[in-house]
């Protein structure tokens, strides 16, 4: 067990064990359905937060549309469960059979080209991680083989949300507009609507949500990681040593698109829609507060603070709807001001030097003791032993007082 422990704490995965077991034991436990279906919706987020981390905080790169590749990867997951929703038999009263009802709403009377490849669940996984890679390599290539890079970079990316957002609204025959992708019901003849579906839903994203740690942690321990943090730091030193910095900001973004992407997807299954509300400029400066609030620097504080962030949005709109937007507002100012480090800086800063402490102490009174019980006893007179001291007052035997 202390092996186990020892080698855990060597390749700090200790905090990502606390967060495994958080995500599938406690919470499971904690909270009822609704509730837990709520939590995996958060955690959808939390896969443009790991991007953001790898992206922002190892490469130096702020980008403010992931919102683009996150919706563009739920799109791509709604299209086939939107087609697998409207076969000619759910669709009959329509005035097409066999196509979305916003199609036949907008006098479309067959199924765009485009879109009949993602009749196919394969198809469609692949175009969810393809999709929002392809696009960012497209930017990314165009921008930073430029030297394109700063704010102007993170101006550029906003442009893209915007521009998505507007194409997304305006062609409302092929994408349904600003009301987006709605009635999602079944995946593959499975109602994902039921609580059993729910809880397989959750797990699924939590589990993928660790697997893509992994994976980014397997990346920052590599020689890559080292290169994107001297890249961030120094990038015209590591230019002039010979590496193709350009290219190590593509792969970077591509990745972070890439975990968008699934979020995206996963987002689509969990709550049974997408719309193009998650692509725009606003959701896409969210998802920088997440990773800000849990630590840029951090792939578990920013599973925290999408987290954080997303029930707080709940439980002061919940609780506070005339204020909540103030409330949410305070706590963004209030977090950056206490942690400017995020809550992963807590951990590093106060926490773990707080219970390192208390382990040395521990093992010092255990040290003590083991010393005291290992010391021979100190000999003692033997008080059974007859005395020969003669009392103060006695007198000699035969003599009278």
Known sequence: MNKFTAWINSKGLSSVLILAVVLLVLFPLAFDIFRLNLVGKYLT??????????????????????????????????MFLKLEASDPESTKIQSTPGIPDFMDWNQLTELPLWWQPFEHLPFAMIAVVAIPTLLAFIIGYAM?????GGVYFAIITQAVALILTV?????????????GMTDLKTLLGWDIRTDSAKYILYYLCALLLLGSIALCLWVQKSKLGTLLLAMRDKEDRVRFSGYDVAMFKVFVFCLAAALSGIGGALFTLQVGFMSPSFVGIVPSIEMVIYAAVGGRMSLVGAVYGALLVNFGKTYFSESFPDLWLFLMAGLFIGVTMAFPDGLAGVWEKK???????????????????????????????DINAPSTVRPLHATPTGQNA
Not at 46 to 52: Q, W
Not at 61 to 73: A, E, K, M, P, Y
Not at 167 to 179: E, K, S
């Open 45 to 78: 987020y939390a896969f443009v937060a790991l991007g953001l981390v790898m992206l922002w905080g190892y490469g130096g790169v702020l980008s403010l549309g992931q919102g683009v590749f996150f919706g563009l990867g739920g799109y791509a997951m709604a």
């Open 144 to 148: 930073f083989k430029r030297r394109v």
């Open 167 to 179: 194409l997304i609204i305006g062609q409302q025959g092929y994408t349904g507009g600003v009301n």
């Open 351 to 381: 926490v773990k030097p707080w219970w390192a402490r208390k382990q040395a102490e521990r093992l010092a009174i255990r040290a003590a003791v083991a010393r005291d019980a290992a010391t021979p006893a100190t000999p003692t007179d």
